[in-house]
């Protein structure tokens, strides 16, 4: 039931879905960035911080950010599509 509900789903209506999705992924993304922040923080506050880790950590922070900015980007122009023609 739920794949037919799916194929009678309009456009608009599937666009909107995978809106709040991509906002779902970009809170996801925010999250574990502010996360991995928060970590690199405490290492950082160590007596001997483990610099291997925390440059680690410091790259996959910069990884997030760009998928991040590409994710917010890719939102903007969906929503604006959806303003435009929904």
């Not at 502010?34 to 001997?48: A, N």
């Not at 440059?55 to 929503?79: F, G, K, M, N, P």
Request: net charge negative; aromatic share 0%; charged share 40%.
């Amino acid at each position: 039931m739920a794949a037919e509900a799916v194929r009678t789903e309009s456009p608009c209506a599937m666009m909107r879905r995978a809106a709040e999705s991509a906002r779902r992924e970009i809170r996801r993304r925010r999250d574990e960035i502010s996360r991995l922040r928060g970590e690199i923080g405490h290492l950082k506050g160590q007596p001997d911080p483990d610099q291997k880790a925390i440059a680690a950590l410091e790259q996959r922070v910069a990884v997030l950010e760009e998928q991040l900015e590409r994710d917010e980007l890719s939102l903007d122009t969906l929503e604006q599509v959806i303003s435009e023609n929904c």
